[in-house]
C-alpha cells in the first residue's frame, strides 16, 4: 500500500545529517512539500531494499 506523509514521518527516519541535507536541497531547488516527501518516500523504499534501520545521506542525494 501507498503511504501517506503520517506513516512517512513515522517509519522514514533520516538521521540528522540526511534530514539537513534533503532540507537545504529542498531550498535551493525550490521543492514542493509534496516532491520532499515523495524523496523521502523513494528514500524509504531504499532503505528497506538495503536492509538500513534509517534513511542515510547517500540515499537522500540519490533521490534528489
Known amino acids: 500500500s501507498m503511504m501517506n506523509t503520517k506513516d512517512i514521518e513515522a517509519f522514514a527516519k533520516p538521521t540528522l545529517e540526511a534530514e539537513k541535507i534533503l532540507t537545504q536541497s529542498a531550498e535551493k531547488l525550490g521543492l514542493s512539500p509534496r516532491a520532499y516527501h515523495r524523496v ?19 540515499q537522500i ?3 534528489i
Open 40 to 58: 523521502k518516500r523513494l528514500a524509504r523504499t531504499n532503505d528497506v531494499f538495503d536492509n538500513f534501520s534509517v534513511i542515510t545521506t547517500k
Open 61 to 63: 542525494l540519490e533521490e
